[in-house]
């Protein structure tokens, strides 16, 4: 059964700063890997998918990057700004004919302005 | 991209009563999912609802407790039958969208049982 990590739980930057979360899967079968932004109380918005066959996808000032042999992925926010403040999921794809996610638990970004 | 509404956003139900959620896609789509997130926790897979199949559950969820429909292609209700106090939780629908296969949530109804 797939399990995903995500490291650390929360975090605390000041405005301006770069970072990375990180997100770990125990099975790397997996069809492609999905990268969430959750709002309190909101639902989620999808900010990046990276297929399996792929290393890296970028949006604006985000970047996530999957290395499948040793079960990762990670999520870069560059020149981080307080609307950023929200908890980011991870989630990986089972893959053909299920398609379903298993997700980790998040870490909760706060951006200090 | 799609567009998902859910219906109610958020209701507070007594115990021993039930609800049923409505999510609606702005396109024609095969799969839909419904989660389930209690409070402080990750998303929970309930199940999976194809068009002109039965939902699927996955361990810890029966039919009985959240039934659900799936009549056409945009449109799924689940219920949360006989509710209890363990059930509040946000509950979330989500799509797949065929080729890249990324999923799309809607905004999740909240729901309180006291």
């Known amino acids: 059964k797939q399990e995903v990590t995500q490291i650390p739980a929360a975090l605390s930057v000041p405005e301006g700063e770069n970072l990375v979360l990180n997100c770990s899967f125990t099975?790397?079968?997996?069809?492609?890997l999905q990268w969430f932004r959750q709002d309190p109380g909101k639902g989620l918005t999808s900010l990046l998918l990276?297929?399996?066959?792929?290393r890296e996808q970028t949006s604006g000032r985000l970047n996530a990057s999957l290395d499948k042999s040793s079960g990762r992925s990670t999520l870069y926010i560059a020149a981080s700004q307080p609307g950023d403040s929200a908890t980011y999921l991870c989630?990986?794809?089972?893959?053909?004919?299920?398609?379903?996610?298993?997700f980790g638990k998040g870490t909760k970004l706060s951006v200090i302005p | 991209s799609a567009v998902i509404s859910q219906k109610p956003s958020r209701d507070i139900c007594q115990r021993g009563t039930s609800l049923t959620i409505q999510c609606q896609v702005d396109s024609q789509v095969t799969m839909m999912f419904w989660y389930r997130q209690q409070p402080g926790q990750s998303l929970t897979l309930i199940a999976t609802a194809n068009q002109g199949s039965e939902a699927t559950y996955e361990s810890g969820f029966v039919i009985d407790k959240f039934p659900i429909s799936r009549p056409n292609l945009t449109f799924s209700t689940l219920t949360v039958s006989n509710m209890s106090p363990e059930d509040s939780s946000i509950y979330l629908c989500?799509?797949?969208?065929?080729?890249?296969?990324?999923?799309?949530f809607g905004p999740g109804t909240r729901l309180t049982v006291t």
């Open positions: 099975d790397s079968a997996i069809y492609n």
């Open positions: 989500s799509v797949l969208l065929e080729a890249p296969y990324e999923q799309y």
């Open positions: 990276i297929q399996s066959s792929q």
């Open positions: 989630a990986s794809c089972s893959g053909a004919g299920s398609y379903q996610l298993t």
